[in-house]
């Protein structure tokens, strides 16, 4: 079996996912993992592609194109050779940023929660218009690989989200065993 | 008493209705003793619906006592044919299932329920609730109806990956 990632991005429109996913089932690839999302009207998608051995780069990029010609979508297929499993997990946080834009809020943010060994899983950022202002929102889930330094990190954030003029938090996203 | 298999998603028990139970026999409330039995020994859990141990039967055992999210709590409840009569104030809250192991998600349920069933002895009862145990009891009734809580998610990015249940 081989292993590809696959991004696609392009305007939005009608039957993206349909026939990208059409030309990948074509050649009998599995999705092992995706993430798709509407960035200010431009569709993103990563895609984690499994197949046949003998399927390569070129051909996975053809049946893609052949299929969304019209699509306007900028494709890339990149071969991944190992699976990796580098343990990067640890105990889940949320943290929530928000306050008026200006550069730098992701950087300075993430600067710290690496600096923690706070791992990012997940980050999703938009930016509101609020009349004569717009205000920046970042979500984040991360894990803490050592959880005893929470006090610290929080400590750190607050820090650097007040240089940044924003607002910080971080709680735990333990789930609720039924 | 034994402690019983759980299945897990993929398994077509989970995907059913439950049928109703008619008649409250010894084989149900050997299956209950079971049922309870394998939610104690199973860190973490706080309820079991017979399809999760492959019995498509409607009937569950719930215990909340003692969770840092409970406030009213009826101890042990082990409920035949549940039906839920009112349901309000719904929240957010991430829930991990055993019959889901490798997932978490943020699901939206009611904080207020009154639920209607019958107990082991056979008898109707009522059972008003909120917080935790109002969460416990829809969660179990979902199973009840080939419901997990994936179906109840609030959204593709409020499904997480988790290493293993617990």
């Known amino acids: ?146 959880s005893a330094v929470l006090a610290e990190l929080e400590e750190a954030l607050t820090h650097r989200a007040k240089e940044l003029g924003v607002t910080c938090s971080i709680r735990s996203s333990d789930s609720e065993e039924l | 008493m034994a402690i019983l298999k759980v299945d897990e998603i993929g398994s077509p028990v989970l995907s059913v209705a439950a049928r109703r139970v008619d008649q409250i026999t010894p084989r149900h409330k050997r299956l209950a003793e079971d049922m309870i039995e394998t939610m104690y020994s199973t860190p973490g859990s706080v309820g079991i619906a017979a399809p999760q141990v492959g019995v498509s039967e409607s009937l569950f055992v719930l215990d909340v006592s003692g969770h840092k999210k409970t406030n009213i709590c009826h101890g042990l409840i082990v409920l035949f044919n549940p039906q839920i009569l009112t349901a309000s104030d719904p929240v957010v809250i991430r829930e991990g299932c055993m019959s889901v192991p490798h997932l978490t998600g943020d699901v939206r349920r009611a904080s207020q329920v009154v639920v209607k069933g019958v107990n082991i002895d056979g008898e109707e009862q009522v059972i008003q609730t909120d917080a935790f145990e109002a969460r416990g009891l829809l969660h179990e009734i979902d199973h009840l109806l080939g419901k997990l809580f994936i179906d109840r998610i609030d959204g593709p990015h409020a499904l997480f990956k988790r290493k293993r249940y617990l």
């Open chain 1, 1 to 146: 079996m081989s292993r590809f990632v696959l991004t696609a991005v392009g305007p939005d429109s009608y039957g993206i996912v349909a026939r990208v996913t059409a030309a990948l089932s074509d050649l009998t690839c599995n999705l092992a993992d995706s993430r798709m999302s509407n960035l200010s009207g431009h569709f993103a998608m990563i895609l984690v592609v499994e197949g046949a051995n003998e399927l390569d780069e070129r051909g996975i990029y053809n049946a893609v194109q052949s299929r969304c010609s019209e699509l306007s979508l900028l494709v890339d297929v990149k071969r991944i050779d190992e699976e990796v499993d580098n343990d990067l997990d640890g105990e889940r946080f949320v943290v929530s940023v928000y306050g008026t834009d200006r550069p730098g809020i992701v950087a300075g943010i993430c600067d710290v929660l690496a600096a923690h060994h706070a791992n990012i899983f997940d980050l999703a950022t938009r930016v509101i218009e609020t009349g004569a202002s717009s205000v920046y929102t970042m979500v984040l889930e991360v894990a803490l690989r050592d």
